[in-house]
T-cell receptor
Framework: DTEVTQTPKHLVMGMTNKKSLKCEQHMGHRAMYWYKQKAKKPPELMFVYSYEKLSINESVPSRFSPECPNSSLLNLHLHALQPEDSALYLC???????????????FGEGSRLTVL | SQELEQSPQSLIVQEGKNLTINCTSSKTLYGLYWYKQKYGEGLIFLMMLQKGGEEKSHEKITAKLDEKKQQSSLHITASQPSHAGIYLCGAALNFGNEKLTFGTGTRLTIIP
């Protein structure tokens, strides 16, 4: 199994809603990532987890709250989002943490979020 | 300014023609990755280069990393419609840095 599965594929939410994005992998990878991608822009790193601990937070607003309940799952909790948060949210995993290692990042298909 | 610049931003190529996409950084690249993305979808890993002067090929795609490890090129031979998409280079810009920074992307269109 070499897949990273993200749900839901599409999400529409109001600014007062609370929702979550989910990501799952069964490759035994110990590093998991959340990226945000706006239209026609490259993905931008949001969070990195290593061995279920938060390793990097790229100064992401607190209305985005990541959670890594176990080595296979990564969640992104959303609350009080703004319309400008509408984007494609990509989850990725890698065998080990360092990008300069030989471990490639495996990406999910993404969750397209629209905030009304 | 972007730390990883790709050129061209977009490319329209007739099917069967060769093409090259470049990725340039002012910093040494520790691990250079090439990904392909279909519109609105996830990224598909193509190749990873680590050593200066390294070259790798897979099917009709060849990627190279220069000796200084500051520039990479992706070359597609005899392009096909299946090659269409957005090509992104990604790299760790500091040794041991787990943050993968992506380039600006190149949108490739293949016309019959």
């Amino acid at each position: 199994d070499t897949e990273v599965t993200q749900t839901p594929k599409h999400l529409v939410m109001g600014m007062t809603n609370k929702k979550s994005l989910k990501c799952e992998q069964h490759m035994g990878h110990r590093a998991m990532y959340w990226y945000k991608q706006k239209a026609k822009k490259p993905p931008e790193l949001m969070f990195v987890y290593s061995y279920e601990k938060l390793s990097i937070n790229e100064s992401v607003p607190s209305r985005f709250s990541p959670e890594c309940p176990n080595s296979s799952l990564l969640n992104l909790h959303l609350h009080a989002l703004q319309p400008e948060d509408s984007a494609l949210y990509l989850c990725a995993s890698s065998r080990v943490l360092a990008a300069s290692n030989t471990g490639e990042l495996f990406f999910g298909e993404g969750s397209r979020l629209t905030v009304l | 300014s972007q730390e990883l610049e790709q050129s061209p931003q977009s490319l329209i190529v007739q099917e069967g023609k060769n093409l090259t996409i470049n990725c340039t950084s002012s910093k040494t690249l520790y691990g250079l990755y090439w990904y392909k993305q279909k519109y609105g979808e996830g990224l598909i890993f193509l190749m990873m280069l680590q050593k200066g002067g390294e070259e790798k090929s897979h099917e009709k795609i060849t990627a190279k990393l220069d000796e200084k490890k500051q520039q990479s090129s992706l070359h597609i031979t005899a392009s096909q419609p299946s090659h269409a998409g957005i090509y992104l280079c990604g790299a760790a810009l500091n040794f041991g840095n787990e943050k993968l920074t992506f380039g600006t992307g190149t949108r490739l269109t293949i016309i019959p």
